[in-house]
Structure formats: structure tokens, C-alpha cells
């Protein structure tokens, strides 16, 4: 009677906990939480709007350092992605507004992990794959993005905040063609719908 008793005051107290939290769980394409750990595929929301997340050269002639783009064809899905949160939390779920580093699962650049990162590039704030894991701070106030709900999808957000005396000027992740067709993403007024599909 009283280990009941006990596990139904846990309950109790995550449930009210998870409540006052006001953030709730990013879904994937077949409604099921994010978390770290898997990977999965970003994905553009509505058709016409190119395929999932890759990299791409800086330039046409240079294949180190890489920036992030999109595939020009939207039946690809793009590279593979994990989600690493500032703050763990238990079970690793992804909630909106959480700030969290992308990585790319599978590749590197310049023989590093290929992470996220807003750099400016004449005039724009792209997103670049220069990043660095973890250490949340001010030293690394570029490599970290949020999702939040946008309609009946997502966004990804530039907008951290893992340092309290920091004040990055915010935005949404959007997109760009270029005029040899790459499909760059940098910080834009136009926010890119995005899904998350479980690779």
C-alpha cells in the first residue's frame, strides 16, 4: 500500500511539473515524441519547397567547409540529424522552445562533426555545419536552435538561451535559391515549415 501510494505522488508531481513547463513534445511524422538519441530526417512541411536538409560546399570549388542546404529534389530526404538538448532531461525528449544542438548523424566537416551553427556570410546569417557540441554559454551562442510549433507544423529557430547575459538578435530559419539552383537555409523573415521523419 504505500510503495502505491508513493509511485501515485511521483505521478503526481511529473505530471504537474510537465504542466507548469508549458512546452510540449515535438512530433514526429508518425506522432511520437522526439527524442535524442535516433535520428531523423528534416523535411519541408508542404510540397514545392525542396527535399530534406544536406550539405553543401561554401563554394562550387571548395569542399571543406561545408554549409547547410537543402536537395533541390523533394522526394530526397536529405541527411540524417540528431537532436542533443542543453539541458537532458529524462527519456530525452525534444520539447518546443528547448534549446538543443543539430547534428548532422552520419558526416563530418573538416574531419569534425558536422553541427549546426549561425555564422554571417556577406550580409546574411547562414547556417553553417561549423558548430561545436555542448559547453552552452556564451562561447557558443551560434550553435544553438529551438523548435517551436508554426501553424500545424514546426519552425527552427535561432534564438537561444543558454547564456543569461547574452542578446542574440533572433530569427527564423528560412531558405534561399541561388541562382545555380543550391537551396541554401539562413536566417530568414519567411520561416521554412518543417517535419521530422525518423530515419
Not at 561545408?66 to 523533394?74: P, R
Not at 527564423?172 to 521554412?192: M, Q
Request: aromatic share 8%.
Amino acid at each position: 500500500m504505500k510503495i502505491s501510494s508513493f509511485l501515485t505522488f511521483i505521478l503526481m508531481i511529473s505530471m504537474i511539473f510537465s504542466l507548469s513547463s508549458g512546452q510540449s513534445p515535438v512530433l514526429d511524422t508518425d506522432q511520437m515524441p522526439l527524442v535524442t538519441g535516433p535520428s531523423y530526417y528534416i523535411l519541408p512541411a508542404t510540397s514545392g519547397r525542396g527535399g530534406g536538409v544536406k550539405l553543401s560546399p561554401t563554394t562550387l570549388n571548395q569542399t571543406c567547409p561545408l554549409d547547410v542546404s537543402q536537395e533541390n529534389n523533394e522526394q530526397r530526404n536529405g541527411l540524417p540529424l540528431n537532436f542533443l538538448l542543453a539541458v537532458p532531461n529524462r527519456g530525452g525528449v525534444i520539447r518546443s522552445s528547448s534549446d538543443l544542438n543539430i547534428k548532422f548523424s552520419n558526416a563530418t566537416t573538416c574531419g569534425r562533426p558536422a553541427v549546426w551553427r549561425v555564422e554571417s556570410v556577406n550580409g546574411q546569417r547562414v547556417v553553417s555545419s561549423r558548430g561545436v557540441v555542448g559547453n552552452p554559454g556564451g562561447g557558443t551562442i551560434s550553435n544553438w536552435f529551438k523548435i517551436e510549433k508554426y501553424e500545424n507544423d514546426y519552425k527552427i529557430v535561432f534564438c537561444p538561451t543558454v547564456c543569461n547575459t547574452c542578446r542574440p538578435a533572433c530569427g527564423d530559419v528560412g531558405h534561399t535559391i541561388a541562382k545555380n539552383g543550391r537551396i541554401s537555409l539562413l536566417l530568414s523573415n519567411e520561416p521554412l515549415k518543417v517535419k521530422f521523419k525518423k530515419a
